[in-house]
């Protein structure tokens, strides 16, 4: 294939130069991850309409309803296009991308900075204005896809807003400006940011699987103050990427061990930057401050939490668990 070079915003994760990215359909980007999180709610909307006819769809649904119709009828009838959910996003000049790196970070964003890019790989030039908000219709939604990859003139006039999608061996060339806007990792208690309830609640409802309204119940009176069992996140910019809780019981049968930590999780592309320690040091803080001590968690993980000041205290069994599991205790 033939090698183009273009410009690229780095957001969301660093990159280094000399780095390769592989865009494919077996290595997708992370639009894929954030629309097929939301592929049940999709579903239950096309299968049951007037369920949703009133409401308001969040953001993360509207972008997922129009991702998936988009790639519907790309692969049905303009295969030879990139997927915008297995592509980059690319400009052709320094300046359109500068224009696109002060936009994410005027959002909060996590914005590294520019790079020149060389893509070996396929080539889409689109027009932004053309990306619709889903809607509950899929037939409407799949109508205005075709209009995006037939990518003629706007029936209105307006001028079109260009975007290139790259896909294949995309390597970084050159780090051409830095920007380092909302790149730190902040820390915080669900109190500090009420608002995020909802936001949090879904996040550790699709990396457990438990229900999102067991989360909403515990997180609701935590801040009411009903309980002391906080919830505590790890933000970049304004992405969630750690976070864990205190209940009273992580589903075990050690029930006089109480109160426990759970939940603990850090999103794969940001592990080895010490968000799980920190947000373990966090909570042992906030806990010794109300009186709250000791504390403890049940983990199948050996030497990662012993690093932190816990330390193994028996075996305990899991709620319809068929194995122990490890208990440990921060005195």
Known sequence: MEE????????????KVGEHIILDDKHPNGVHKRVYEELETVNDIYNNPEKYKDTELTHKVDVALRELALEKVRKEKYSEYPSRMASLYVSKSYEEAERWGDYFAKLGRPTFGIAKIKVTGRVFEGDAYKCFDGVTDEQENLRMAEIY???????????????ILADGDIEIVEMVKDINANTEYKYFELREKPDLKDMAADWFHKKWGVPKD?????????LNKETENGWYLCML?????????????????RKDL???VCAVYTEEAHRGQGIAGNLLNLVVENMNKKG?????????????????????????????????TRLYIHR
Request: hydrophobic letters at 30%.
């Open 4 to 15: 183009q070079y273009f410009f690229h915003v780095i957001s969301d994760i660093p990159k």
């Open 214 to 222: 067991a989360y909403l119940e515990c997180m609701t009176a935590y």
């Open 149 to 163: 990859w037939q990518n003629g003139a706007n029936e209105d006039g307006h001028e079109s807003i260009v975007e």
């Open 258 to 260: 109480s109160p426990n």
């Open 237 to 253: 910019g304004d992405q969630i990427v750690g976070g864990l809780g205190v209940i009273d019981n992580d589903f075990h049968d």
């Open 292 to 324: 709250i001590s000791p504390l403890y968690l049940v983990t199948d993980h050996t030497g990662f939490y012993e690093r932190y000041g816990w330390e193994f205290y028996c075996m305990a069994q899991g709620d319809d668990e068929p194995e122990q």
